[in-house]
């Protein structure tokens, strides 16, 4: 049996995360089962439509001859991904032989899909009731800005914005209950390394793409402390990605539920919330019909604004005070026009980064995701010697590394010392030694056991 380890990199990792219950329920949902297929890898999706109208199962053996001897990584990674969302169920016989089926719920919705064409979750409203609907550049620019006013908001709260900044950061009503999620999330956020404690944050560096994921992935693991249904909120998520982006619909056509739910997503710019004379609506931005894509995915980043020269000086073509406030965290920022930035990278401003936990590697990928169009379509999009300068000013201050230790010296014998120097190296404590003089160091974790040892009646 191929041994099957989640972890949720994605919004289809969560979904596989899933007890088994809950994922069989999730398939009885159309756009759950088209949505699971347009996740799969290629072979994946291979072996699903080839097993479509197979109902009694397939053994592992008959599936390895569909594959050529260089697909065998590949066949690997398909029937591990099919296992882990219970698309493939694995069943084995007396002869212990393994044999693979597709889900039967799985199976039956999405022949039904196939046969009878997909509908939507519901229907767009008639163009005679809405107002003047966004357009579509519209609304990817309200995302965006409804996105960094979330991530300002953070921002404003732990220090990096100036009391002289008096444009604070609006949020509709329900952001200020949603504020508190994101607030809580920081704690978290710490733990797994994408946020120092200190004022200045690497999370800041990811792109848009990576934030929303991991912010998102927290949203849903807390929602059963909500008293929100884990299984529902994520069919509900993924429903919502076969919408049609800038399109209207009716408010109405939600459940409770849904509408808090759509009252959080607007607060992170997934949807837009717009009210006529009789009837309200949401539309679908980008980022909400791009939600179960993988993070890899380069299609939907947004447009660079970075452009860096080979004398370390750096423009970027920005209003945002976002993004003023995250080139700060690495570079002196020298003085900003109404839509330019200019900057300096020296060595105190990244020294001051690396400080406070972000990675040089994190700053060179975060000026290659952002670069300038003009730039990005170069090879290397930042210049090399920049690169390089920085990965260097960071072994700089990693060429001494501190380990907390004892020393020992003036022993009785040379016999006693080989012999505490045995002991030292077989816990992994010995840090060195001068066997001249007698002289020993080991690490503080084994201070205790070093001092019992040599306390002992020889």
């Known amino acids: 049996m191929p041994q099957v380890k989640i972890i949720a990199r994605n919004f289809m990792d969560m979904v596989a995360a899933l007890p088994a219950m809950?994922?069989?329920?999730?398939?009885?949902?159309?756009?759950?089962?088209?949505?699971?297929?347009?996740?799969?890898?290629?072979?994946?999706?291979?072996?699903?439509?080839?097993?479509?109208?197979?109902?009694?199962?397939?053994?592992?053996k008959a599936m390895e001859e569909?594959?050529?001897?260089?697909?065998?990584s590949k066949h690997k990674v398909a029937i591990d991904r099919l296992i882990q969302l219970r698309v493939f169920t694995e069943?084995?016989?007396?002869?212990?032989?393994?044999?693979?089926?597709?889900?039967?719920?799985?199976?039956?919705?999405?022949?039904?899909?196939?046969?009878?064409?997909?509908?939507?979750?519901?229907e767009p409203m008639p163009s005679n009731v809405t107002v003047r609907l966004p357009s579509l550049d519209d609304l990817e620019t309200y995302a965006l800005e409804q996105w960094e006013v979330s991530s300002m908001m953070k921002v404003f709260q732990r220090g990096l914005?100036?009391?002289?900044?008096?444009?604070?950061?609006?949020?509709?009503?329900?952001?200020?209950?949603?504020?508190?999620?994101?607030?809580?999330?920081?704690?978290w956020l710490e733990n797994h390394g994408y946020m120092t404690s200190s004022p200045r944050s690497m999370y800041q560096l990811m792109d848009t793409n990576a934030q929303l994921w991991y912010i998102m992935r927290e949203y849903i693991s807390n929602s059963e402390e909500r008293g929100v249904d884990l299984a529902d909120l994520i069919s509900f998520l993924l429903e919502l990605s076969f919408h049609v982006t800038g399109e209207a619909y009716n408010i109405n056509t939600l459940n409770e539920f849904q509408r808090n739910t759509i009252k959080d997503l607007v607060d992170l710019g997934l949807v837009?919330?717009?009210?006529?004379?009789?009837?309200?609506?949401?539309i679908p931005t980008k980022l909400s019909t791009n939600l179960s894509m993988s993070l890899s995915d380069t299609s939907t980043r947004k447009q660079g604004f970075v452009v860096v020269e080979t004398n370390f000086r750096m423009y970027a073509y920005s209003s945002s005070k976002l993004h003023c406030e995250i080139l700060r965290l690495f570079s002196r920022i020298e003085y900003q026009l109404p839509n330019l930035i200019v900057c300096a990278i020296t060595k105190e401003s990244l020294y001051n980064a690396f400080e406070n936990g972000i990675t040089a590697e994190q700053i060179v990928s975060f000026l290659q995701q952002n670069a300038h169009p003009r730039v990005a379509e170069r090879t290397p999009a930042v210049p090399e010697n920049v690169t390089d300068q920085i990965r260097l000013w960071e072994t700089?201050?990693?060429?001494?590394?501190?380990?907390?230790?004892?020393?020992y010296d003036e022993f009785p014998s040379k016999e006693v010392f080989e012999a505490a120097c045995d002991f030292a190296r077989e816990y992994g404590g010995l840090l060195w030694?001068?066997?001249k003089k007698m002289r020993l160091v080991v690490k503080a974790e084994i201070h205790l056991h070093m001092r019992e040892y040599l306390r002992r009646p020889k």
Not at 29 to 47: D, G, Q, V
Not at 277 to 282: A, G, L, N
């Open 22 to 60: 809950k994922l069989d329920a999730l398939y009885h949902n159309t756009f759950i089962c088209e949505a699971i297929l347009r996740s799969l890898p290629p072979l994946a999706k291979k072996y699903v439509l080839q097993m479509l109208y197979i109902d009694v199962p397939v053994t592992a």
């Open 396 to 407: 700089d201050l990693n060429r001494v590394e501190s380990t907390p230790s004892h020393l």
């Open 433 to 435: 030694e001068d066997s």
């Open 161 to 187: 914005l100036t009391q002289r900044d008096k444009e604070a950061p609006r949020l509709t009503e329900s952001g200020f209950q949603f504020l508190v999620f994101l607030r809580n999330l920081q704690p």
């Open 272 to 282: 837009k919330l717009q009210q006529g004379r009789k009837e309200s609506w949401f």
């Open 91 to 122: 069943t084995s016989d007396r002869k212990k032989e393994t044999s693979y089926r597709l889900n039967p719920t799985f199976q039956t919705n999405l022949q039904k899909h196939l046969i009878h064409g997909g509908v939507l979750p519901r």
């Open 66 to 72: 569909w594959v050529l001897a260089d697909g065998v």
